[in-house]
């Protein structure tokens, strides 16, 4: 655990009292003691710091004080799903990896009995998010939407749901990979992920006609919970590189040249 999150009902006059695996982490993996200070947050609020004031058996008692911005969601994410067993391995590696909002939609490969799994209940969804979120030290909770009929989705509820200008790319192989070229400051991503053994062809058109862009990672077919990190990871990347890019060359520096090139192309 990098940061030990809590829910806000669990924060009492600024304190918290827990056990379970969070105190097992800190007194068998921080050793703590009395007067330590934690990393802290709270779940979909601020983050900080916690000092331990108790420790009775397995019982830690923290004092919190919260007042940091957590890092924010960067991007959203639309998940034709895997497996219900590789969607539960995902699930925490988007939290961590910053996605805000994760549509789960219903495309042609999708198996039809993925949608019965236990897993698409918020009771089990939700700690599989917060075990991200506890890596990567945010706290910012990721939402999950279901939508079963894909094309539906995408001509009815797309663009209300995602913001106009957001930088929107569609992951489908190709034997040309090619680095999307980022917005900068403020950008915000989309990223359509398809099913195992890709999007059909007339999904990833319709995609297309809402503005996407097709984005590749080479020639391989990739599970869909390999494609996902790594195409996070190269948005991130690029996304980080437009940013320094933008500080360093102004506003009118090459990082915004590349962008309104893109969009000209679109």
Not at 21 to 43: C, F, N, S, Y
Not at 102 to 129: C, H, Q, S
Not at 147 to 165: C, G, T, W
């Amino acid at each position: 655990m990098n940061r030990i999150l809590f829910e806000t009902a669990e924060i009492k006059n600024g304190y918290v009292e827990f056990s379970g695996d969070r105190a097992a982490h800190v007194l068998d993996v921080l050793h703590g003691e009395v007067g330590q200070i934690l990393k802290t947050g709270e779940i979909n609020g601020k983050i900080g710091t916690g000092r331990i004031s108790a420790i009775e058996g397995r019982t830690v008692t923290v004092r919190v004080s919260h007042d940091v911005e957590s890092a924010r969601p960067w991007a959203d994410v639309i998940l034709a799903p895997p497996r219900p067993r590789a969607f539960k391995r995902l699930l925490p590696q988007l939290a961590a990896l910053g996605a805000g909002r994760i549509a789960i939609v219903g495309a042609g490969k999708v198996e039809k009995d993925f949608w019965g799994a236990t897993v698409l209940k918020e009771e089990n969804f939700r700690p599989l998010l917060v075990e991200g979120l506890v890596q990567s030290g945010a706290s910012i909770l990721p939402e999950i939407v279901l939508r079963r009929n894909f094309r539906r989705f995408v001509e009815d509820e797309l663009s209300a749901m995602f913001v106009d200008d957001a930088f929107r790319v569609v992951a489908h192989p190709s034997p040309q990979a090619e680095l999307p070229p980022v917005p900068g400051c403020g950008g915000r991503c989309l990223l359509a992920i398809g099913p195992e053994g890709g999007w059909l062809d007339e999904e990833v058109e319709l995609l297309e006609s809402k503005g996407f862009r097709r984005f590749s990672l080479g020639g391989r077919v990739l599970r869909t919970e390999t494609a996902t990190i790594a195409a996070m990871a190269v948005l991130g990347f690029c996304k980080a590189r437009a940013v320094a890019e933008r500080q360093e060359n102004g506003a009118q520096g090459n990082g915004l040249s590349q962008e309104n090139k893109w969009r000209e192309e679109r």
